[in-house]
């Protein structure tokens, strides 16, 4: 009793929920689509509920789309504030979820707790600072700085930097409905299927798209590099499936910081330091579940 | 006894060198030429010398000019690495003044000693998330994350970010000699000087120069705002003396963020969210007494 832990990854399509210790421990695990707050909130629940009896579960950690309320003192705290997702603005989740479990509840960005998750048991063990960035169909960031992760004013929107554009060299306007041709407008995976009329999965690795695509995580990484100063990068996401954009992305990112960064990490061992995530998909869950464990533990 | 602190801030120009307790009470202050490493410790060393025998003095605190080494670990600890200003390189001068003092030596970057400073009495007090950013002959920035400085990797190279540049606009190729067209290269003092053939101090208010800087000024805020979600940004160094920038950049960072983030300080209070540092130029010596303190106090 009392070694389990619920972690729940909520995306705006589906919630995945599981019940374990880490990822050598995984009890039991379930999917639902995300339809309305109540009725999704209600599945958890009941998916929840069913372990509680029999095995004990001692807190609960969500990894969450947003964008969220995570400042401490504010009276929404742990609420998804103002989200495109139709039904979910204002909802309490992390609230809801406390009362219908009487459980500790953790909460975080679903790219936060994916990077704890990755500290924890994966790519970014015993690092202090680092970066999980994940490029799919959108582009999001959690960082960890000094052993914390960042939220600050609200939380990073790392998709969102702006970043050079040479329309000469790609006309293509981008697709963020905010910034036109922010980092998540020019690189994300409906960006590429837009850019191209077709979508990554289907472009041969050769294809002008690669190296366009390389060009524009180097850049942003390289702004990654300068303001935080990770120890590591960790790439994930549906567009870095496509594994050989890797070792293009590092040579550019050597490229356009130019000697500049006088650590080992970037000049002489970069193959280690923009890196895929060691716990692929199951990072998500498994940061929730090792929220709940941190929660406890008072991290 | 024991409550006056020693704050340097050692600059490629010049070291300032302070005794006191805080901005309140400054009981000695002192300029040297940076010269030849030996030389100018030397010039320190006597100097605080003459107060430690009358006052006491706790601990030193250092900001320094760099690149540092932080590494709490590494063996060059406290070291400026390998630097272009000539007969620098590798000077250990935490170590040479801890051991020619005697006493507890805190060292940090010259731009997260003057963010420390104006943390401890300044424009950033009580706040655990901000950045602190130097226009001047480089541009430099230093963070502060949870309530810590960021350091990272090695430490933060906030002027050397990638920006959007319209070269159809503005076709100054840049200055920076390792990334030409970074923040740094586009629009640090030198790069308005190269650029408009004369010193900003001699440019109207209304010269297109400006608009300019303001723009590139604001690219580079979006960009930290999206990646280190900061509950403040502070705009100081020589650049930034020309205050009519600052109700121009808030609209522009506005103008590029256009609601993304959902937070009252960027949306309606944006005035008191990029400000002016509240210690002017004495947010450095400031800091780097902060620094000594801290040390003290084991923050």
Request: glycine share 14%.
């Amino acid at each position: 009793m009392g070694n389990y832990f619920g972690g729940i990854e909520a995306g705006g399509t589906k919630f995945v929920c599981a019940v374990g210790s880490g990822p050598d421990e995984i009890i039991a695990e379930a999917r639902f689509q995300t339809t309305t707050p109540m009725e999704t909130i209600r599945k958890v629940v009941t998916f929840f509920k069913s372990y509680m009896e029999d095995l004990g579960i001692s807190a609960i950690g969500i990894g969450s789309f947003g964008p969220l309320d995570l400042q401490p003192s504010s009276t929404t705290y742990g609420s998804i504030t103002k989200t495109t997702k139709p039904g979910w603005s204002n909802t309490d989740i992390a609230g809801e979820l406390k009362k219908a479990l009487g459980l500790p509840v953790a909460i975080d960005t679903d790219v936060n707790a994916a990077a704890f998750g990755e500290r924890c048991w994966g790519a970014a063990k015993g690092l202090s600072d680092f970066i999980y960035l994940t490029i799919g169909t959108g582009v999001g960031g959690g960082a960890m700085s000094n052993g914390k992760l960042v939220h600050g004013l609200v939380h990073p929107e790392m998709g969102h930097i702006p970043l050079p554009h040479d329309l000469s060299l790609d006309p293509f306007p981008g697709v963020c409905p905010f910034h036109n041709d922010c980092f998540e407008g020019l690189a994300s995976g409906p960006a590429v299927n837009r850019r191209w009329d077709a979508p990554g999965e289907k472009l041969a690795p050769d294809h002008p798209a690669w190296a366009l695509e390389a060009h524009y995580i180097a850049y942003a990484l390289t702004n990654y590099i300068c303001t935080l100063s990770p120890q590591r990068i960790i790439l994930g996401g549906g567009v870095m499936e496509q594994d050989h954009l890797f070792p293009v992305i590092r040579q550019l990112v050597q490229k356009q910081l130019n000697g500049y960064i006088q650590a080992a990490a970037i000049l002489d061992e970069i193959d280690a330091y923009i890196v895929p995530p060691a716990l692929g998909k199951q990072a998500g869950v498994l940061g929730a579940i090792g929220l709940a464990q941190a929660l406890l533990q008072g991290d």
